[in-house]
């Protein structure tokens, strides 16, 4: 199992990989951990789903894994004045997080603030991923260190047009809801490990939320999980104004939502992108095998899904549909 001193003890390897006169690091670090790291970045984060560039058919370009994207105008498909917004190159070329010290890397993360304590804007959601453990947080970063470095030089971002001078306020652990399970029922620990995998290492709940950018908190914290968040549908190749505005959908278990859905129906929905009613889901929602939660474990599905079916209902009134 991983540990705290194991943890410690990679660290301080990795740190000695910015002293040129130190060996490769690679092989020193704990496989557990690298894994683990990879599995989150990977599938539960999604963050290759946005620092990834992709084809024409809108498939993450797996020969540029985690290698940025120059252009992220989709980002904020609702205000066509946000403009150029390149998602940086994570990996570890000189042109993307170069030996950035895995401490900073985790601020990055989890405190929006990048290299040189530059602030970076609420599209990177770090507001949602400032509660994820600190046993995650290091092996997400330690992760990146292992990327294959790619040279991939992107443009700097430029001003935006709304008041951006500190980083969106953190999503308040108490203000995400907890599954309405009785602690007697023997589901209600997994629900609680759905909790932390929708809301905190995870960004279900990012997209799922409406959402404002400007906002000191973007996320509407009264209406967590009940969807109506303004996305930039699949083709986000096409520059504006050709993009078409889609919604997320309510998460929660009312008429407007997931009502009448079992744990096993959203397992299904996520993995494979088809849902109850045998539709296929529409992009970004990145399920099915070419999106981040194609690789989620059955275990973890499951309990993402037995937590959104007892979250307490919210009325999200009428979202329109992609189809
Ligand atoms: C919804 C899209 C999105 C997701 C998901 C996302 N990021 Fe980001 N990330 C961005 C954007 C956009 C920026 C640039 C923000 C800015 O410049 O203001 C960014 C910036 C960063 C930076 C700062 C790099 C630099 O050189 O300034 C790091 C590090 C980072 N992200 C890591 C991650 C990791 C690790 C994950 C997964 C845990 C992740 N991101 C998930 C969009 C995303
Ligand atoms: C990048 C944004 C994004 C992320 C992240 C995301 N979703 Fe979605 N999701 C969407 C959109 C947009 C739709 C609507 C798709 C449609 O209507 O076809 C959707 C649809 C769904 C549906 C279908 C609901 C219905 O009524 O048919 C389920 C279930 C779902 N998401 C669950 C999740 C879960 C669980 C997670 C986290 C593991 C998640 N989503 C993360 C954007 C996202």
Not at 37 to 54: F, I, K, M, N, Q
Not at 144 to 155: E, F, G, H, M, V
Request: proline content about 12%.
């Amino acid at each position: 199992m991983r540990t705290f001193s194991s943890v410690a003890l990679v660290l301080s390897l990795v740190a000695c990989s910015s002293d040129p006169q130190a060996p490769p690091n690679t092989g020193l670090v704990d496989p557990a951990i690298v894994a683990r790291g990879d599995y989150l970045a990977r599938s539960v984060a999604g963050c290759g789903e946005c620092h990834t560039p992709r084809d024409a058919a809108g498939n993450l370009d797996m020969s540029m894994w985690m290698a940025g994207v120059a252009d992220r105008f989709d980002l904020v498909p609702e205000d066509p004045n946000v403009g150029q917004i390149p998602a940086p190159n994570l990996t570890p070329d000189p042109t993307g997080l170069g030996a950035m010290p895995v401490a900073q890397i985790i601020r990055a993360i989890r405190e929006g603030i990048g290299p040189g304590n530059r602030v970076m804007t609420p599209l990177m959601p770090s507001y949602v991923f400032h509660n994820m453990t600190d046993e995650d947080a290091h092996a997400i970063a330690i992760y990146l260190k292992t990327l294959r470095p790619i040279d991939n030089k992107l443009p700097t971002r430029q001003p935006l047009p709304i008041p951006l001078d500190k980083p969106a306020s953190p999503v308040p652990e108490s203000a995400i809801p907890h599954t309405t399970l009785p602690s007697s029922n023997p589901q209600s620990v997994r629900a609680e490990h759905g909790r932390y995998l929708a809301a905190e290492v995870g960004f279900c709940m990012d997209c799922h939320t409406h959402w404002v950018l400007g906002r000191d908190q973007p996320l509407d914290l009264d209406a967590l999980f009940a969807g109506n968040r303004a996305l930039s549908a699949r083709d986000w190749t096409v520059p504006p104004p050709a993009r078409r505005v889609i919604y997320s959908t309510n998460l929660t278990p009312h008429k407007s939502g997931l009502d009448k859905w079992s744990p096993q129906d959203v397992q299904v929905a996520i993995k494979t992108g088809i849902d109850r009613s045998q539709t296929q889901l529409c992009r970004p929602m990145p399920s099915g095998p070419f999106g981040a939660f194609g690789g989620l474990t059955d275990s973890d599905t499951l309990d993402i899904g037995l937590y959104l079916t007892s979250l307490p209902p919210i009325d999200s009134g009428d979202i329109p549909s992609c189809q």
